[in-house]
């Protein structure tokens, strides 16, 4: 059975710091991997998809990675603004059209 | 155009009545999702639908909980005689499924339930 973890539970930064975000998967047999942003109260904001035969994805700030055949998957966030304030949450597809695996998030404060 | 959007967003029941909770997909998707959200349980599946296959319900806790998906479109999730611990965020979310999107889901704001 798919198990996704996700550390830190919690981190806070100063505004202007490159940080990580570390996801890990159990079953390295994946169809993709996304990231999403929640911010409290609201749902879902898809960041990044990376598909199975990629090593990584980029957008603006943002890095995500993928090491299949560790089971890890990494969030990138370059020069960190309170705006990136929320929960970030990573997701595993097991397989195609099936449904998306989470896990519990890291809740991201930057302050400024 | 116009993303997932469910209603209500917010309902406050009491125990033992019936809920039903609306998503509608982003127009032109074949997938459809729901989730729920509990405090402290992260993110669970419930129930999917593919176009006109019969659904996967193997994440339905209980027989309290049915879905529907009328005319590959609108879907709504019923909750029968609902229980304090079905109080929760339920989030819906659509794809495309196919080669190009590589199933990227898009989720609704989520309709928070309250089992008084």
């Known amino acids: 059975k798919q198990e996704v973890t996700q550390i830190p539970a919690a981190l806070s930064v100063p505004e202007g710091e490159n940080l990580v975000l570390n996801c890990s998967f159990t079953?390295?047999?994946?169809?993709?991997l996304q990231w999403f942003r929640q911010d409290p109260g609201k749902g879902l904001t898809s960041l990044l998809l990376?598909?199975?035969?990629?090593r990584e994805q980029t957008s603006g700030r943002l890095n995500a990675s993928l090491d299949k055949s560790s089971g890890r998957s990494t969030l990138y966030i370059a020069a960190s603004q309170p705006g990136d304030s929320a929960t970030y949450l990573c997701a595993v597809e097991s397989q195609a059209g099936t449904a998306l695996i989470f896990g519990k998030g890291t809740t991201l404060s930057v302050s400024s | 155009g116009a993303g997932v959007s469910q209603s209500p967003s917010n309902k406050v029941t009491e125990k033992g009545k019936d809920v039903e909770l609306r998503c509608d997909p982003i127009?032109?998707?074949?997938?459809l999702y729901w989730y729920r959200q509990s405090l402290g349980q992260g993110l669970e599946f419930l129930i999917y639908?593919?176009?006109?296959?019969?659904?996967?319900k193997s994440g339905l806790p209980s027989d309290r909980f049915s879905a529907e998906r009328t005319g590959g479109s609108v879907s709504t999730l019923t909750i029968q005689r609902t229980q304090q611990e079905d109080s929760a965020v339920y989030l819906c979310?659509?794809?495309?499924?196919?080669?190009?999107?590589?199933?990227?889901?898009?989720f609704g704001p989520g309709t928070r339930l309250t089992v008084l």
């Open positions: 127009s032109g998707h074949t997938a």
């Open positions: 990376i598909q199975s035969s990629q």
């Open positions: 639908f593919q176009g006109n296959s019969a659904p996967d």
């Open positions: 979310a659509s794809s495309l499924l196919g080669l190009a999107s590589y199933n990227e889901q898009f």
């Open positions: 079953d390295s047999a994946i169809y993709n």
